[in-house]
């Protein structure tokens, strides 16, 4: 919270109360007549009165990267199309923006130190299946969640004689990604807004993962911050163009979870390939199926479904899996069924943030997925307008 001379409130790490996100059309809250920047304000409720510190020099800090996080494919002989560049080109491509370029100590943290532990993932997965990450048995996940070899033995996408490094070694750059999108959570519930450039691995689920995904990242921020008492409830948007089944499936039971996802009607992960009865196919608390040819109808029907979230359901954060492959240049065939223009890709995100701009709930955003040489163009679009706004 900021007062008037520029003096930024923080609250004491030690304090494990609950933090009430709440919005108020008067930018002065009447418990300790405070202003936060933005929309965004923060009480940390206890017994008696509020406990805070303040700070000189508040930094938004909007938007989070880690080289260090990123899981480079090529590496490890892997062939996925998912390209690290995708991050380091839309970062390029906003450093040198004109409103932006003189100002990255105001929007950027180029590094973070956290990473996830076997705590964090037994919140959220089978025993046997998250230790099997910290022992011999990391490689063999790796190969299943990554879909590297083929039921008849052959290698899919990967060659691991043109590898660097064994599958393994994988594995410290995985949990700090993994860690990114509790970290830009974190941001968020300070500032209102956090854009990750990571994150979004949708297709993780309890005991395995597939799609790319050998971890939920998203499931794995929420139950930390959860455990933390840093919020009780959550949504998630997932505007991925695959069906967010890994997410849907872990918080199937768990009603301070809100899960929306708009995907392909079609594909995987609702294909033949997934037999019936598979936790792939458990809903989501709400389910925005868009079929090939009614790409014209996509935000209209998104739109609808943010605001009948919005009446079934309350939160604390939001995480939004903005990924880029809807658009119709992305280039993994599996996304083919769903093409969004470019233009129809910046509405989505923009109306995306209206909207949560306008509840008041902080949000954090994930790249999730987006595949091939211009994918970066998609985040880079949403960015270039958001940040300068929020800058001022």
Sequence with gaps: MSFGNGRTCLYPSTVSAFPVIFKSPDPQIRAGNVKFPGKYYQCCQQSFGLSMRCQDDYNPAMLLFDPDALLDFPRYGIAIPALDSRKIRTLE????LPSLTNRQSEWLVESFSETTTLEDLLRVNENDYARGFFDSRAAGQLKSAYELVNPDGSYNRWDPDSAISPLEDMVPSLMRMLAGTRKAGE??????????????????????GHGFCPLNDTA???RRLQADGKIRRAWVIDVDAHKGDGTAALFADDQSIFTLSAHMAHGWPLDDSIPAGHPSRIPSNLDIDVDSGEEDQYLERLQKGLLEMKERSDADIVFVLAGADPWEGDQLPSTGPLKL???????????IWNFLDQT??????????GYGDNSWQIHTAFLSWILPQRLG
Aim: hydrophobic content about 40%; proline content about 2%; charged content about 10%.
């Design 93 to 96: 491509a906003l450093k040198i």
């Design 187 to 208: 941001i968020a519930l300070s500032t209102g807004f956090c854009h990750y450039l990571g994150g979004g691995a949708h297709h993780g689920h309890y005991s395995f």
């Design 220 to 222: 794995i921020a929420i």
């Design 341 to 351: 223009s470019m233009e129809q890709m910046k509405e989505r995100d923009q109306m």
């Design 360 to 369: 008041g709930i902080p949000s954090a955003w994930l790249t999730a997925g």
